[in-house]
């Protein structure tokens, strides 16, 4: 049973902007703080973004002032709007929900991840 499902990646050039979604089951949805990652080709999945159930969001230092991430609770649903775009934002963006808990105090939080989405961004 598919828990997350990721849409919207593509190729964009550098610049540009696109806008991630990330559908949720409701129960998993209503319980966690969701994020995304990503992973650029030969290196390791890392954070991008946050947002917690009351909407409180965290971004790594490379993306803050161009990416913006939000919730929609009617439609279960998370968004990472990317404006511009650098070649170095080319990677696969992971949708993932789990614990706030475990989030806020640096343990691992992810229970539940998409099966990724790939972003392009050409110079």
């Known amino acids: 049973q598919v828990q997350l499902v990721e849409s919207g990646g593509g190729l964009v050039q550098a610049g540009g902007s696109l806008r991630l979604s990330c559908a949720a089951s409701a129960s998993i949805f209503s319980s966690n703080s969701m994020g995304w990652f990503r992973q650029p080709p030969g290196k390791q999945r890392e954070l991008v973004a946050t947002?917690?159930?009351?909407?409180?969001?965290d971004y790594v230092d490379s993306v803050e002032g161009r990416f913006t991430i939000s919730r929609d609770n009617a439609k279960s649903t998370v968004y990472l709007q990317m404006n511009s775009l650098k070649p170095e934002d080319t990677a696969v963006y992971y949708c993932a929900a789990g614990s706030t808990l475990r989030r806020l105090t640096g343990r691992p939080w992810v229970d539940f991840w998409g099966q990724g989405t790939q972003v392009t961004v050409s110079s």
């Open positions: 947002i917690s159930i009351g909407g409180r969001t």
